[in-house]
C-alpha cells in the first residue's frame, strides 16, 4: 500500500456510536501516540481501529480535505 493516508475511526466506547466515523490521517514515518485527522479532531493511537479501506460512515471533512486519488488518472 502506497497510500499517503490511511484511515481509522475510534473504538467503540472513545465516542458516542454516532460519531465513530471513519476519519483520514496522514500517513507519516511510524505511528505517534497522538494522532491527528485532517479534520482536525485527534485521538490517541489506542483509541482506533485501523481500516483496510472505508467501512462505516465516513467523516466528510476529513474526506474533503483528500486530494482526489490518482488510481484513475492513468498518465501514459
Ligand atoms: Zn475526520
Redesign the pocket.
Known sequence: MNSAYYLGRPLPGVVGETRR?C??FPAQTGIPTRLV?????SFNREQLELLEGPRGMP?E??LRSVPRPQLEVQQT
Open positions: 466515523m476519519h483520514v485527522a485532517l479534520c482536525g479532531v467523516c471533512p476529513c
